[in-house]
């Protein structure tokens, strides 16, 4: 059975694949309070002890806001740490990052896609990635967009549902292109990769490019919610409503792969997070 240590455990993701795979594999999720990705001393001492053969970074500082403000720790967070777990392990290193690496002029972005950041947040996770291309030759870069799950305030799922059952209007805005992905869809798609023993930079995300009004829109109709209390606004227009709102974001953006990957269908996605 393959040892897995999840950084950044207690985020969307990490809680996914250990709670889908804790059979299939020996899991040791760690959160930001057991595991700072930061401390070296404290990533030796789990490695040492835990001996995982599969590293799956999931620990990053992803508030696009507080990165802008706070840039030299978001490039700490998300690409010097991942230097020192990479000097105290060779096995398999899983980095998730993002579509934030694109400039969200030309979306949706392929694999081989000229990156090119305009935040502080993508900036570091595209340097992260580049600290893994010159210091392993055993990893795999997984970007995706827009993930989601029912569990988690962070979850743009959860915070739609949670406003129409009450009534609440909502603005969201109409102008910035994903294709969102529930945590569970890229869970399997991660064990496939290490099922097939696949290395390499994936994209992963739905079949459905959408802006996140239409995406609200969607979940609001699949609950059988009211949509009305969904306002369209505009990102610029949202920047000036809320002051912390301000990292420029890839407005026209999504994720497509070169690669023959298994189609996720954003619709069964939240049919299948109704039902359970």
């Known amino acids: 059975m393959k040892k897995i240590l999840i950084t950044g455990g207690d985020g969307q993701l990490g809680r996914s694949f250990s709670s889908n795979y804790q059979e ?90 000229l990156t090119n950041p305009i935040n502080s947040y993508g900036k570091s996770k595209l340097a992260g990635e580049k600290i893994i291309e010159e210091n392993s030759n055993n990893w795999i870069i997984v970007r995706t967009n827009v993930l989601f799950d029912m569990n988690s305030q962070a979850s743009f799922l959860s915070w739609v549902i949670s406003s129409l059952k009450i009534n609440k209007k909502i603005n969201v805005v109409d102008d910035q292109i994903n294709n969102p992905v529930f945590t569970d869809d890229l869970s399997n798609m991660i064990d496939m990769f290490i099922n097939k023993d696949m290395r390499g930079i994936y994209h992963v995300g739905s079949d459905t490019l959408c802006s996140r009004y239409e995406f609200a829109q969607m979940i609001g109709r699949t609950w059988n919610l009211n949509i009305d209390n969904i306002y369209p606004i505009k990102t610029h227009s949202l920047k000036k409503k809320i002051k912390t709102y301000i990292a420029d974001r890839p407005m026209k953006s999504g994720l497509i792969s070169n690669f023959d990957l298994p189609t996720i269908s954003l619709k069964k996605s939240l049919k299948k997070i109704r039902d359970k």
């Open 24 to 113: 299939k594999y020996n899991i040791l999720s760690l959160g930001r309070d057991s595991l700072d990705i930061t401390n070296e001393e404290q990533i030796s001492k789990v490695i040492k002890e835990f001996q995982p053969s599969i590293i799956l970074n999931c620990a990053a500082m992803t508030d696009v806001d507080n990165a802008e403000r706070n840039p030299t720790l978001a490039n700490e967070i998300n690409s010097l740490s991942i230097k020192k777990v990479l000097e105290l392990f060779n096995g398999l290193f899983i980095q998730i990052s993002t579509d934030y690496v694109f400039d969200g002029k030309d979306g949706p972005f392929t694999e081989n896609a």
